[in-house]
């Protein structure tokens, strides 16, 4: 009997594993589970009920990282056909509604949060109302020619259960697209190169230019002194209706989520 106690107690402790959580919660990786915390803040700071870790949409998301390293592609539907949800049938995660997005080439998972965030696609999916679960599943691969990272997060309710919120998947759209902060800590406020290139400039301030602006109507200016604060101006002038009509817009594969 006492050889019996070690199976007894893990299978009860097998048993006593919550069906929507994760088996390995407390092993999972510090990204997976700052990924998601990030996600969580986004949605408790706007009202929005949190994300519950799911292991069967963990598994789901395992199922396609595996399938696009081995495929050696990056997209929502893979080369031979299979969508998203293909993942989460196989996984055995019977939704009434589910999303995905899908991250490369990201160091961190606060970097992967706040581009996810600046997508409306993305950002959509992580403050959608409808979405109860989540599961992730982050690995190494060589793809485009380096090694780098992919990260898969899904999202899903399980059929059967209603949401208790008056907020639609609108709604989460209508937050995106407002410019939303990022509120939880995963900012990107690494200048761009030509906004880096222009604040480093040594072009005069406005102040400077009031006064050279003075000095030329009143004559304490030569001709040739004249001629270089007016080009300064114009620099100026140049350099800032450049930048304003500068847009950067960082490619973005778009979430895509299924009603």
């Known amino acids: ?44 700071h706007r009202g929005i009920a949190t994300l519950t870790e799911n292991r069967d949409l963990d598994r789901a998301a395992e199922l396609k990282l595996a399938d696009m390293k081995k495929g050696g592609y990056f997209a929502h539907t893979s080369p031979s056909g299979l969508s998203p949800w293909s993942f989460m049938d196989r996984a055995g995660y019977g939704y009434r509604y589910a999303g995905e997005n899908l991250a490369i080439h990201f160091t961190d998972p606060e970097s992967e949060h706040s581009a996810w965030m600046k997508s409306e696609k993305h950002c959509q999916n992580i403050l959608d109302p409808r979405f109860r679960e989540i599961g992730m599943a982050v690995g190494k691969t060589f793809f485009e020619g380096r090694d780098t990272m992919i990260v898969v997060e899904m999202f899903g309710t399980r059929q059967g ?35 880096a290139l222009l604040s480093s400039a040594t072009l005069p301030t406005e102040a400077e230019l009031d006064r050279m602006v003075a000095g030329l109507s009143d004559g304490r200016y030569d001709f040739a002194q004249a001629v270089v604060i007016l080009v300064l101006a114009l620099t100026q002038a140049v350099a800032v209706g450049a930048v304003i009509r500068i847009v950067l817009v960082p490619e973005a594969r778009e979430g895509v989520y299924i009603s």
């Open 1 to 44: 009997m006492k050889r019996l106690y070690p199976f007894i107690i893990a299978s009860v402790a097998f048993l006593a594993i919550p069906a929507g959580r994760s088996f390995a919660a407390e092993n999972r990786t510090p990204w997976i589970a700052e990924a998601i915390s990030l996600a969580n803040r986004e949605r408790e």
């Open 161 to 195: 259960e209603e949401i208790a919120t008056a907020m639609t998947k609108d709604d989460a759209l209508t937050l995106c697209r407002g410019g939303i902060p990022v509120v939880s800590g995963a900012t990107d406020d690494r200048p761009s190169g030509r906004v």
